[in-house]
């Protein structure tokens, strides 16, 4: 039988290898694959962001558990999708300009298609002009912004701006997100909403192309 709880120690010690045959082994046991990913893969990732900080952890090591991390969500993710329903709308997602963290803006795109929403991932480092230019050529309803950094947050305020010069905020709502985002600073910078993780990013994108 699989040991799910292994999972966690398998990403914060960045082994993939053991983490891809872990989830293997409990998908094929009809394990859940939201909660493979929220009781063990989230706080997992958080354990090497509290040891990188006090230096017990360095950059290659958060890079060794972001591809285990990875390694088990090219798994999860196909399954999470599936639960998707009727289109609900059509959502740019991507992490703004000189961000290069994507798992939690993979893990909120693959939740949205899995929310019923068609998808457009522009991935990490995005442009303002990039987004700009998925939302006109895609029609989308919303956009998603993700920023793991304090100091790319101000890029989700420029891709606003961008977005207003471009003519297109009227027809596009935007949601922000990621750990040192906060409702404040949506407010702050006029997005449309703030959602703290990527269930709750559904839930805002259900209720906001809704009115
Ligand atoms: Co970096 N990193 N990193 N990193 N990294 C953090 C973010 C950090 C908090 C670590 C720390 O010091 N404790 C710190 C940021 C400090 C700060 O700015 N306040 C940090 C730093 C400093 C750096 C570098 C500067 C390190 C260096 O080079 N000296 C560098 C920057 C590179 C760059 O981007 N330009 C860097 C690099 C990296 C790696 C490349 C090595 C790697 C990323 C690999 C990848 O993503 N492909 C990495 C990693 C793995 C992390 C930590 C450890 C884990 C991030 C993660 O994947 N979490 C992170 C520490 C931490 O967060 N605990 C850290 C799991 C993920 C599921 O959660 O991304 O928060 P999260 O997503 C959540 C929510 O935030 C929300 O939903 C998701 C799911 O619930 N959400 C949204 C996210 N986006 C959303 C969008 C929405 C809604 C919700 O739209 C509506």
Redesign the pocket.
């Known amino acids: 039988m699989a040991d799910s709880a292994k999972l966690y120690d398998t990403i914060v010690n960045g082994n993939a290898k053991d983490a891809v045959a872990i989830t293997k082994e409990a998908l094929a046991e009809n394990a859940d694959p939201l909660e493979l990913?929220t009781r063990y893969?989230?706080p997992a990732?958080?354990e090497?962001?509290?040891r990188?900080?006090c230096e017990d952890y360095f950059?290659p090591e958060?890079?060794l558990?972001?591809r285990a991390?990875?390694g088990a969500m090219e798994l999860i993710r196909p399954l999470l999708v599936e639960r998707g329903a009727e289109p609900s709308g059509r959502v740019v997602?991507g992490?703004v300009k000189?961000?290069?963290?994507?798992?939690?803006?993979n893990?909120?795109a693959s939740m949205l298609e899995g929310g019923g929403f068609e998808v457009v991932d522009l991935g990490?480092?995005v442009a303002p002009e990039k987004f700009v230019e998925a939302v006109e050529q895609k029609s989308a309803n919303v956009v998603?912004?993700?920023?793991?950094?304090?100091?790319?947050m101000p890029s989700m305020k420029t891709t606003i701006a961008a977005l207003n010069d471009a003519g297109l905020r009227g027809r596009v709502k935007v949601?922000?997100?990621?750990?040192?985002?906060t409702q404040q600073y949506a407010d702050e910078i006029g997005a449309d909403?703030?959602?703290?993780?990527?269930?709750?990013?559904v839930k805002?994108?259900r209720t906001i192309t809704k009115v």
């Open positions: 990913v893969m989230i990732m958080d090497v962001g509290r990188f900080e950059v958060l890079l558990a972001a991390m990875k997602i992490t000189g961000d290069l963290h994507d798992i939690g803006k893990l909120v990490a480092d998603c912004l993700s920023a793991l950094l304090t100091v790319t949601l922000v997100g990621g750990a040192p985002v909403g703030y959602a703290e993780n990527a269930g709750a990013a805002l994108a």
